[in-house]
């Protein structure tokens, strides 16, 4: 009988050694999981936004300019946050109806579609964040300039309204 409890208590404590054990082996994996990196902005670029009819700026933008396949599918995911007059210009090489979403990105957006001439055929405006929801161009675009959401509004941007820009 004594061996009995004694076998009972040893194979409790035994658990409970076993279990502080692996809590403490897991906790330590978690903090030796790298941090994640925190992507900065690079300015690549300048971009003008115009309205229709008129040569006066709208708003200057300090861009990021994407162009090759891993850059159009990156995109501004992983990002944290984006200054007002920072945005994201993805150029393609032929004008064909254009489709994005917010799969890992965590920051709302409007998302802009232009034509090969620049001008503003389609807006999808407060592009919810992390959405696998297709946003679709509606239209032919080569460009596509992603903002802050809520910018479209407040700088009364539609379609006909065009950009231009050079790179660095």
Request: glycine share 4%.
């Amino acid at each position: 009988m004594k061996s009995r409890k004694l076998l009972i208590k040893t194979i409790a404590l035994s658990t409970v050694s076993f279990g502080l054990l692996y809590t403490v082996s897991c906790k330590e994996k978690e903090n030796s999981l790298p941090k994640p990196v925190e992507i900065s902005f690079t300015k690549e670029g300048e971009l003008m936004l115009y309205k229709k009819n008129t040569d006066g700026v709208v708003q200057t933008l300090a861009i990021e300019i994407a162009t090759n396949d891993y850059e159009h599918q990156t995109g501004l995911m992983y990002r944290q946050s984006m200054d007002t007059f920072q945005g994201m210009l993805f150029i393609f090489k032929d004008s064909k109806p254009r489709y994005f979403y917010m799969k890992n990105t965590y920051i709302p957006l409007d998302i802009i579609y232009l034509d090969k001439e620049k001008t503003i055929v389609s807006i999808q405006e407060n592009a919810k964040p992390m959405s696998e929801t297709t946003l679709p161009s509606n239209a032919n675009a080569m460009y596509v300039l992603e903002i802050n959401a809520g910018l479209v509004e407040k700088w009364n941007l539609e379609v006909g309204d065009y950009i231009q820009y050079h790179a660095f």
